[in-house]
Each structure stands twice: as C-alpha cells, then as structure tokens.
C-alpha cells in the first residue's frame, strides 16, 4: 500500500477530546506545562550515546533497530527479521548476517509498511520525530523513502544531533538509563565530575541475578562472586554481593531506584533454612520453574529490605511473558518484540512483602502493570491504603493514548493523583521522547479538563495538577530532588 503525496500535519488540538468546551480547557492547561523539563527516570537508552557525544549513523541504525515497537509490526506482516538487519544475538544467529544489511534498502522496507503504523502510538511518534525534529512535511511512504533517508540521515551527522545537543534541545533535565548488575557503568563512571553526570543516571537491574530461570543464572552469580569478592556460592554471600552492587550503583551511576521485570508479582517470606536451601537447588541447575518462581518471589522481598537499608526506590514491572517466540529468541536474543503479556494478580502475590515491610515509610515501591484488569480491582486499592505503594503510569503496550486515559479513569477515584508518579517514557527510542512525554501531557490535561467540565475540580486544582503529573510527582517519587 502506498500513498504518496500526502502532507504530514500535527494538529494543535490533537488528543485534546473531540468536545469544544473540554478542548478549551484543556488548551489553557496544556499551555502552562507544555515546556516544562522533560524527567525521563526509567528508559534503555545508551549511555556511551552521552558519554561519547558521537553522531548517531544514520536513520536505519537509529529509528528502526532499536526499537522492538518498529520491527515487531513488520515481523507480524511477514517481514523477516533479518531483512530488517536486526542484530542477531541469539545462540543460532549471525552477527555478520545482520551487519551486512543495507540500512537504505532497510529503510525503503519500513517506509513501504509505514501505513501499517495508523492509529498506534508508534505511527504517532515517529510522525512528532519526522515533523517536529527533521522537519520533515509529507507523510513517509516508498516514494519519498531515500529523501526521508538521507534528509535524516545527513542532519544525524551535524552537530546540533548529537545526543548532548539533543538533551539540549529536548529540554531534559535528566534521563536515567537501565543497566543489569554486572554491568561496569564504565560510560557512567566516565561521565562524573561533568555537567551531565546530573542528567544521566542509572537503574540497578538485577534480574541477570535474581531470575534463577535465565538460561545464564549460573554463570552470572559466579560473575557476581568474581566482582564482588564475596562467596556467592553461599546464601549470606549472595546477598552480600548484591548489597555491594547496589552501593556500586549509587555511587558510580547515581542510581536512586531499582527495577525488577519478573514474569509475575509474586513475592515470598521463606524462613533463613528455606532459602538456603532454594539457593542452593536454583544453583544446582536442576530447579523447577515452580522453585525458580518462588525463588524471585523471595528475592523480592530480600530486595525491599535492602531497599530500605539504602534508600532505593524499588519499581516492580511484571506480568511479561518474556521471549515467547523460542526461535526468534535462538536467533535473535531478547528484546525482539516477542515478550507477550499475561494476566497478573497482586493482591495475594504482593501480600508475603507487605506484610513485612509495607508499613515503613522508608520504603518506596512504583508497581506497573500490563494487565490493565487490575487496575481498579487491585492496583488502585493498594495503593489507596499502603503508604509504601504507588503506581506507575500505563506501561509498555499502554503507553498510548487510549491507554493513558484509562489508567487515570480507573484509578483516580481509588488511588487518587499523589499516589500515581507523572510519566515514564521506557524507552530505547532517544529521538521519540518529547513525543512521548507530550502524549502524557495531552492526555493529562484532557483528563483534568473533563473534571473542571463536570464541576468535579476547580481549574485552579487543575493547574496544580498538570504541573504535578507533569514534573513534580517523579522528582518525588525517584527522589530527585
């Protein structure tokens, strides 16, 4: 399909509802906080991208590559992935299959499935992205595919795209990249005692070393052994060593949260002997998937203590069925767009970590979802009563418009705004986070709009508000201050 041709337009008023009173609102509330800094406290973004300041190469490696939203709509219309020359990282792939791929000939089979990208946020984003920073005025089609190309690709190699100039230009503040726990954070360590080791931070991701399901769990707590001198062979030694990687995380990326991907919410309170034991099987390499799960489980409550000890804000994202497609996984490795998502209960799972730790004020914990069922029935209420609780915004495949609307009407009049932490833009995407950011501020103040339209708030409560779920609730809530 190809429509050529077509002009590429932003409408000022887009996703401020199709009602004029709620529009004009909205407009007056929007106005207020559109430029405010963008706090970006949870992505995958590179941080060599920072700390080296080098071009970016070109379109293809930048806008495609990276990002599983781009590529997964393509391998779901039978583009196979290695035309796409996605990096094959898997235990069966070829890495110099994937460098060899022409990035224009990849580029011309994007911008032939563009039109697929209608009515998704990925469409959306990347229409912000050719508009609003290349400047770009017809709709991407096959036609226009080398120009859109090389007009790309030429402005990535001038120095007002390089990633700082960028940072600069996209008026953030601060982006906090996510690193697993035997990373070096050597672009990190490079970076302090210059103006942006304030606005580039890190998150402790410790699941290379606390999912004792991963293909590589057994090798990776060595590693941790070797790093940290302790004895992680033994129970206490394991917890020592990540203890000693926390600190290293504080200290070298100036972490202030953690962030945990398990399958499910599930959390345990095992006696001293019981976890001995379940490290030990788990170390064995002969562990069920009903210990490895309640293995997590009891790490997620050990990970709250030490949350407590040291200060680190714990954001808990479960309910991904990981790399669901076996041999896109042998492949391709992780990441690929294959991770699915599934039903996922928290009151009962969370229930073993509460009971032990969720009355302390010392203790911080943004809970996301992918199971947008639980959001009224269960997320809400939680975090309406626990003062440890708060929820994330609408997360990964609802971290869209429709998607964004429903998570503040189905948890607002349980949890309120303060228990809820402003946006997150999760993202690998550099280029689509002040798209990304102004779809939650447009949707934000549609939905405050529609309160002060129904005489539920005053517009100067709405004011307030927009400036909270904008910028103040995630300084807060990451401790950012």
Same mark, same amino acid.
């Given at each position: 399909?190809?429509?050529?041709?077509?002009?590429?337009?932003?409408?000022?008023?887009?996703?401020?509802?199709?009602?004029? #009173?709620?529009?004009?609102?909205?407009?007056?509330?929007?106005?207020?906080?559109?430029?405010?800094?963008?706090?970006?406290?949870?992505?995958?973004?590179?941080?060599?991208?920072?700390?080296?300041?080098?071009?970016?190469?070109?379109?293809?490696?930048?806008?495609?590559?990276?990002?599983?939203?781009?590529?997964?709509?393509?391998?779901?219309?039978?583009?196979?992935?290695?035309?796409?020359?996605?990096?094959?990282?898997?235990?069966?792939?070829?890495?110099?299959?994937?460098?060899?791929?022409?990035?224009?000939?990849?580029?011309?089979?994007?911008?032939?499935?563009?039109?697929?990208?209608?009515?998704?946020?990925?469409?959306?984003?990347?229409?912000?992205?050719?508009?609003?920073?290349?400047?770009?005025?017809?709709?991407?089609?096959?036609?226009?595919?080398?120009?859109?190309?090389?007009?790309?690709?030429?402005?990535?190699?001038?120095?007002?795209?390089?990633?700082?100039?960028?940072?600069?230009?996209?008026?953030?503040?601060?982006?906090?990249?996510?690193?697993?726990?035997?990373?070096?954070?050597?672009?990190?360590?490079?970076?302090?005692?210059?103006?942006?080791?304030?606005?580039?931070?890190?998150?402790?991701?410790?699941?290379?070393?606390?999912?004792?399901?991963?293909?590589?769990?057994?090798?990776?707590?060595?590693?941790?052994?070797?790093?940290?001198?302790?004895?992680?062979?033994?129970?206490?030694?394991?917890?020592?060593?990540?203890?000693?990687?926390?600190?290293?995380?504080?200290?070298?990326?100036?972490?202030?949260?953690?962030? #945990?991907? #398990?399958?499910?919410?599930?959390?345990?309170?095992?006696?001293?002997?019981?976890?001995?034991?379940?490290?030990?099987?788990?170390?064995?390499?002969?562990?069920?998937?009903?210990?490895?799960?309640?293995?997590?489980?009891?790490?997620?409550?050990?990970?709250?203590?030490?949350?407590?000890?040291?200060?680190?804000?714990?954001?808990?994202?479960?309910?991904?069925?990981?790399? #669901?497609?076996?041999?896109?996984?042998?492949?391709?490795?992780?990441?690929?767009?294959?991770?699915?998502?599934?039903?996922?209960?928290?009151?009962?799972?969370?229930?073993?970590?509460?009971?032990?730790?969720?009355?302390?004020?010392?203790?911080?914990?943004?809970?996301?979802?992918?199971?947008?069922?639980?959001?009224?029935?269960?997320?809400?209420?939680?975090?309406?009563?626990?003062?440890?609780?708060?929820?994330?915004?609408?997360?990964?495949?609802?971290?869209?418009?429709?998607?964004?609307?429903?998570?503040?009407?189905?948890?607002?009049?349980?949890?309120?705004?303060?228990?809820?932490?402003?946006?997150?833009?999760?993202?690998?995407?550099?280029?689509?986070?002040?798209?990304?950011?102004?779809?939650?501020?447009?949707?934000?103040?549609?939905?405050?709009?529609?309160?002060?339209?129904?005489?539920?708030?005053?517009?100067?409560?709405?004011?307030?508000?927009?400036?909270?779920?904008?910028?103040?609730?995630?300084?807060?809530?990451?401790?950012?201050?």
């Amino acid at each position: 399909m190809n429509t050529p041709n077509q002009p590429l337009t932003l409408h000022p008023n887009r996703l401020f509802s199709s009602d004029p #009173h709620v529009i004009e609102i909205a407009t007056k509330l929007y106005e207020k906080i559109k430029d405010l800094p963008i706090i970006s406290p949870h992505g995958h973004t590179d941080p060599s991208w920072f700390n080296l300041n080098n071009n970016f190469g070109n379109a293809t490696d930048l806008l495609i590559k990276p990002d599983h939203y781009v590529f997964r709509m393509l391998y779901s219309q039978g583009v196979d992935l290695t035309e796409l020359g996605i990096p094959q990282h898997g235990l069966q792939g070829d890495l110099d299959a994937s460098r060899s791929c022409d990035p224009e000939k990849v580029w011309q089979i994007f911008a032939e499935h563009f039109y697929l990208f209608a009515g998704t946020p990925s469409g959306y984003w990347l229409n912000s992205v050719f508009s609003q920073v290349f400047g770009l005025t017809q709709t991407l089609c096959s036609d226009n595919a080398s120009h859109y190309y090389h007009t790309i690709t030429a402005a990535l190699a001038t120095p007002e795209y390089k990633p700082r100039a960028l940072m600069d230009r996209f008026n953030i503040e601060l982006i906090a990249t996510t690193e697993g726990a035997l990373d070096d954070l050597a672009h990190h360590i490079a970076l302090a005692g210059t103006p942006m080791a304030a606005r580039v931070i890190t998150n402790f991701r410790p699941d290379d070393i606390v999912d004792a399901g991963r293909e590589d769990f057994i090798d990776n707590i060595a590693k941790l052994g070797d790093i940290t001198g302790e004895d992680t062979r033994q129970w206490q030694g394991y917890l020592n060593a990540i203890r000693i990687r926390r600190a290293f995380f504080r200290e070298a990326g100036r972490a202030t949260a953690t962030d #945990h991907g #398990h399958p499910s919410a599930m959390t345990a309170d095992l006696s001293l002997n019981e976890c001995e034991a379940l490290f030990k099987t788990c170390l064995s390499g002969q562990s069920t998937p009903e210990q490895q799960e309640l293995f997590r489980g009891q790490m997620m409550t050990e990970l709250a203590g030490m949350s407590i000890e040291d200060g680190m804000v714990m954001q808990i994202h479960p309910g991904a069925h990981r790399n #669901h497609n076996q041999p896109i996984f042998d492949k391709f490795g992780r990441d690929k767009g294959a991770d699915i998502p599934s039903a996922t209960e928290y009151v009962n799972a969370l229930k073993p970590l509460l009971s032990k730790y969720g009355n302390d004020p010392r203790l911080n914990i943004i809970l996301f979802t992918l199971d947008e069922t639980t959001y009224s029935r269960e997320l809400a209420p939680l975090a309406g009563h626990y003062p440890s609780l708060k929820l994330g915004p609408a997360w990964w495949f609802h971290d869209s418009p429709a998607g964004m609307l429903r998570f503040r009407q189905q948890t607002t009049e349980t949890a309120g705004f303060y228990n809820t932490v402003g946006f997150n833009d999760d993202t690998r995407a550099f280029l689509s986070i002040p798209a990304r950011h102004d779809v939650a501020r447009r949707v934000d103040c549609r939905f405050l709009a529609e309160l002060v339209a129904n005489h539920q708030i005053t517009i100067t409560e709405a004011h307030e508000l927009a400036y909270q779920l904008t910028y103040g609730l995630v300084k807060k809530a990451y401790k950012l201050d």
